[in-house]
């Protein structure tokens, strides 16, 4: 009995000297201890040990001492044997152990007394169900009880084809508790930070639709999940029941991070734009590597150090093409090379530990998560200063654009301009030339009127007055349509008497239709009143065009004309040209108003005396340039009625004593009228002798100088054409007033007897001196009231010269 415990006593004494190192001593002194500069490793890889056998093993003196905090052993695939002695002689029992960040499939955990008897044994994980774990941690963290004063052995077994690290450490649990409160407030702010910019920055995303902020959310959310299945939280979090996955995700989520890396970088950087070919190469690396990462399946081991290794170099290249874009101009590319180079120290003392070449350290460890969230705000920051670049950029670009626009617009209004001007030119030519000859025509008709005449010569002078009356109408239209289609249309506003212009209107269509068995009534309502303010020229056009093209299309029946004041707004006067003629087809009326257009190929245009087109529009436009609207109803063979409303708001007394006074012929005059075509001459002496004037002609503005100033007093008015040779018809005028101003002239009124019809020629006139004007081909009518308006004064003043002689 006594040789047996002798045996015993030996056994035990070698087992206890045969533990290699110093064990690790517990106590009251600290509540923490970093546990691996006292652990002995053993590389088992090409080994099958079970517990018993590494145990022995390393309490022999196999394998090597650790001496490093944080001990780093880089990429192994295969068991890896620590051990562990340690005796605890702290008054508490309870220690936490803690594996931080290990990466490993699988550890397990076997706990010996000192004879090498085994107590308990527990086992944890990436590929083991996160239920199985001895405590609930997104660590491995093992509850050890460990009886005062007894000295134990921790047996680590490692398996994993990822990165061995084991730093170790023991706690109590107030300090555990406190560490880990720590750690979580930590893990939460860095985590929840990401996940608000992530957040916020797809809010911008989805408010602007710019693709820079969608591949910035894409790579901070997958660097972010990477990160977070790195601690372990995802594992703990997000997928608890799927270890396998867990397993594989990092490599998985390395390869995805890296491709979404390159793609906002490739949006940031403009590449597209700045550089194509590199663009297209490094989205199809991108589109490569998210393609290849579910191969992870078939070797994580290998593309555990692959996607690690592809990883290494990716925030040098970005920086190196953020330094490029900066020196091609690109200012944003700034921040972004800021953020990329912070994530390239980080990441390459990350890397460089985890393939062993450097010694490991906590803060190596979590450096990479420091460097990230650097990025993650200069990142921010860079997307925010690239907007307001892009949008100095665009407003520049906007403005250049409209500036040229601005350039381009003013030299097509100037082109516009010219050609409105050119033809404005041609049409005024043309005009002249054209009334020229008609001026000769109808003046000689309006001559032969008093002639004695057969019926038969009688009916072809009348021929020869519409005629004529019609091309004036045409060449009229034409003017007018240029100065509206010109926006060149002057609306006058002065007062007249509005049932006197009502009745000038229709008094010159009273023949033609009692020609045609029409009887043409005018209807003017008791509320119309007397005078009233408007532009009679315009009011007279619109009325003349509606009464004739009644009287054209009613071969018998009647027209009404009719006007009243409207009871809703007094300032209103409605007019209305009704026939009982041959009417318009319904679906014709939509267009009757638009230049260029009549009545379809009906009755209308079948008439012999169907116009140009022009009449209609004018009208139309008079009526809206003037403030008022026009319209029609009408059927076929139903006849038509024509309305317009104008604002004609009744004139002021004062305006009414303002009006002109009717015109009256009163004694003949003395008139020289001066005109370079002999025909022209003839027709205008033969004219004003008919209205009981004398008349002496010239045939130059140098003859009717010299004439003026051989018999000073000889004459009462001058006629003068404009367009003659040198002196012209305004060069003569300037003349005369000059010689006026002189004393040599006595004031004599100048009135423009011209084939010019256009406001500019006009108003040439009125600035050479020219008191009136008559536009060729005149007839009987308008020259009285020309002359008659501008001898008033005259007679006036003869009549109190002879009332003074007397």
């Known amino acids: 009995m006594r040789r047996l415990l002798a045996r015993l006593a030996l056994v035990t004494l070698a087992w206890a000297l ?9 106590d009251d002194t600290r509540d923490y201890y970093d546990a691996a500069p006292s652990l002995r490793w053993l590389d088992a890889r090409e080994d099958r040990l079970d517990a018993q056998q590494a145990l022995a093993l390393l309490r022999n003196g196999g394998g090597q001492r650790l001496s490093e905090t944080y001990p780093t052993l880089g990429f192994r695939d295969g068991d890896q044997w620590f051990l562990l002695p340690l005796t605890n002689r702290a008054a508490g029992d309870l220690w936490y152990l803690r594996a931080a960040r290990p990466h490993l499939d699988r550890l397990d955990l076997y706990l010996f007394d000192e004879q090498g008897r085994r107590l308990t044994h527990w086992r944890a994980g990436d590929r083991v169900p996160f239920e199985q774990r001895p405590l609930a941690h997104h660590q491995l963290v093992f509850p050890l009880t460990l009886p005062p004063g007894e000295p134990r052995l921790l047996l680590f077994q490692a398996h994993g084809a990822n990165v061995i690290d084991f730093p170790l450490s023991l706690r109590t649990p107030d300090n555990f508790n406190l560490f880990d409160g720590r750690w979580n407030f930590v893990n939460g702010f860095y985590f929840g930070a990401m996940a608000i910019m992530c957040l916020f920055n797809l809010l911008i995303f989805l408010s602007i639709r710019e693709p820079s902020y969608l591949w910035y959310v894409l790579y901070l959310g997958v660097f972010g999940l990477n990160l977070f299945a790195r601690e372990g939280l995802g594992f703990r979090w997000l997928w608890p029941d799927a270890p396998e996955w867990n397993h594989l995700c990092l490599a998985v989520l390395n390869l995805l991070t890296l491709a979404s890396a390159m793609l906002f970088s490739c949006s940031f950087l403009e590449l597209r734009h700045r550089a194509p070919a590199l663009n297209r190469g490094l989205t199809l690396i991108a589109a490569a590597l998210a393609l290849i990462a579910p ?13 690690s290794a592809i990883v290494f170099p990716w925030p040098f290249i970005a920086a190196g093409l953020a330094l490029w874009q900066i020196r091609r101009g690109y200012r944003p590319a700034l921040f972004f090379l800021i953020a990329f180079a912070a994530v390239a120290v980080s990441s390459t003392v990350y890397i460089l530990k985890t393939f062993n070449l450097i010694p490991g350290h906590w803060m190596i460890e979590n450096a990479l998560q420091l460097g ?12 925010a200063h690239r907007m307001t670049t892009l949008k100095s950029e665009n407003e ?17 209004t100037r082109e516009l301009n010219a050609a409105l001007s050119a033809r404005g030119e041609f049409l005024a030519v043309i005009s002249h030339e054209i ?13 032969l009127h008093d002639s004695p005449l057969d019926d038969s010569q009688r009916r072809h002078l009348h021929v020869i007055e519409q005629s004529g009356a019609t091309l004036i109408n045409l060449i009229d239209d034409v003017l007018d349509y240029s100065r509206l289609d010109a926006g060149k249309m002057p609306i006058e506003q002065t007062p007249f008497d509005l049932p006197g212009l009502l009745q000038e209107c229709t008094a010159p269509f009273e023949q033609a239709a009692r020609r045609q068995a029409t009887e043409l009534r005018l209807s003017l309502d008791p509320s119309l009143g007397g005078y009233c303010v408007g532009d009679p020229v315009r009011l007279r056009q619109i009325l003349v065009n509606l009464i004739s093209n009644a009287v054209k299309f009613t071969d018998d029946g009647a027209i009404d004309v009719s006007a009243r004041r409207e009871d809703a707004n007094r300032d209103y006067v409605l007019f209305e040209v009704s026939d009982t003629g041959i009417g318009i087809a319904t679906d014709q009326l939509p267009k009757l108003f638009t230049f260029f257009q009549q009545a379809g190929q009906g009755g209308r245009r079948r008439h012999e005396e169907g116009g140009s087109g022009l009449g209609l529009a004018i009208c139309r436009q008079l009526a809206e340039i003037m403030g008022g609207e026009i319209g029609v109803t009408s059927a076929e063979h139903q006849g038509s009625l024509f309305w317009f409303r104008l604002p004609l708001p009744p004139a002021a007394v004062d305006e009414r004593a303002a009006a002109p006074a009717p015109l009256e012929t009163g004694p003949g005059a003395r008139l020289l009228i001066v005109d370079d075509n002999h025909v022209n001459l003839l027709v205008a002496e033969g004219l004003c002798r008919k209205l009981g004037h004398d ?19 000889g004459f009462d008015l001058v006629l003068m054409d404009c367009e003659m040779p040198d002196p012209d018809g305004f060069e003569t005028t300037r003349a005369i007033h000059r010689l006026q101003r002189e004393g040599r002239l006595p004031v004599i009124p100048v009135i423009a007897l011209t084939a010019h019809a256009v406001p500019e020629k006009i108003a040439a006139c009125h600035d050479a001196g020219m008191v009136g004007h008559i536009a060729k081909p005149v007839n009987l009518q308008r020259l009285n009231q020309a002359l008659s308006a501008a001898l008033r004064g005259i007679v006036a003043s003869r009549s109190d010269s002879a009332a003074t002689r007397q």
């Not at 045969?18 to 517990?26: D, I, R």
């Not at 002496?696 to 000073?712: D, F, I, Q, V, Y």
Request: glycine share 4%.
């Open 396 to 412: 520049r670009i906007q403005r250049e654009a409209n500036e040229a626009l601005e350039r381009r617009v003013e030299e097509r």
């Open 18 to 26: 045969s533990v290699p190192g110093t064990a690790l001593t517990l």
């Open 435 to 447: 009334r020229t000859p008609l001026n000769s025509m109808i003046g000689t008709v309006d001559i």
């Open 695 to 713: 008349c002496e002609t010239a045939e130059s503005g140098a003859e009717a100088l010299a004439t003026l100033l051989a018999r000073p007093d």
């Open 372 to 383: 990230t969230f650097v990025e993650a705000l200069l990142l921010s920051l860079a997307l």
């Open 295 to 307: 191969l992870a399946v078939l070797n994580f081991h290998f593309f555990i150090q692959f996607s």
